[in-house]
């Protein structure tokens, strides 16, 4: 259950699997993210970057899966033939692998979304690049001037 977000994907998951014939049912599912949906009250910023003394990008990170709903939940896989299974196999134990390793969550929070492509890049090179270089879950906000990188607390993060 603790993993249960992360590795879906937001659903993700289930539609990959799908292109295997394979379908997936659960026993239970979480009745809360274990994924923080920004900053806790706990989190302490770990960097500021000012700009004219302005806080213009701020940094803090916090540890990931703290609320998470403890639990088991089944999952029992439904395929046409051996080898989707297999392959869905393979996506969910590497999907729980990659969830047990994103141990910290990362909030870069800008002034104004006028940084944004200057972080993002053009149609999203740079933190797609990122996303491959590091292993690194990122969500670029579009309800506010925030950036969530989710991974482990090795990762370098580097503004192009």
Same mark, same amino acid.
């Given at each position: 259950? *603790?993993? @249960?977000?992360?590795? @879906?994907?937001?659903?993700?998951?289930?539609? *990959?699997?799908?292109?295997?014939?394979? $379908?997936?049912?659960?026993? #239970?599912?979480?009745?809360?993210?274990?994924?923080?949906?920004?900053?806790?009250?706990?989190?302490?910023? @770990?960097?500021?970057?000012?700009?004219?003394?302005?806080?213009?990008?701020?940094?803090?990170?916090?540890?990931?899966? $703290?609320?998470?709903?403890? %639990?088991? @939940?089944?999952?029992? /896989?439904?395929? &046409?033939?051996?080898?989707?299974?297999?392959?869905?196999?393979? &996506?969910?134990?590497?999907?729980? &692998?990659?969830?047990? $390793?994103?141990?910290?969550?990362?909030? /870069?929070?800008? &002034?104004? #979304?006028?940084?944004?492509?200057?972080?993002?890049?053009? *149609? %999203?090179?740079?933190?797609?690049?990122? *996303? $491959?270089?590091?292993?690194?879950?990122?969500?670029?906000?579009?309800?506010?001037?925030?950036?969530?990188?989710?991974?482990?607390?090795?990762?370098?993060?580097?503004?192009?």
């Amino acid at each position: 259950m *603790k993993y @249960s977000d992360f590795i @879906s994907q937001r659903g993700a998951l289930d539609r *990959k699997l799908r292109s295997y014939n394979v $379908q997936v049912e659960r026993s #239970r599912y979480p009745t809360k993210s274990a994924i923080p949906s920004g900053p806790s009250s706990q989190a302490v910023p @770990s960097a500021r970057i000012d700009e004219d003394g302005d806080a213009a990008i701020q940094w803090i990170t916090e540890a990931n899966y $703290q609320n998470a709903e403890e %639990g088991e @939940s089944i999952w029992t /896989l439904k395929a &046409q033939d051996q080898i989707g299974l297999d392959k869905a196999l393979q &996506q969910i134990e590497e999907a729980h &692998q990659r969830a047990e $390793q994103m141990t910290h969550v990362g909030y /870069l929070m800008l &002034q104004d #979304r006028a940084f944004f492509p200057r972080i993002v890049g053009s *149609k %999203g090179a740079n933190v797609i690049r990122l *996303k $491959q270089e590091t292993g690194a879950d990122i969500t670029v906000s579009r309800e506010n001037t925030t950036i969530t990188i989710i991974g482990k607390p090795a990762i370098p993060f580097i503004c192009p």
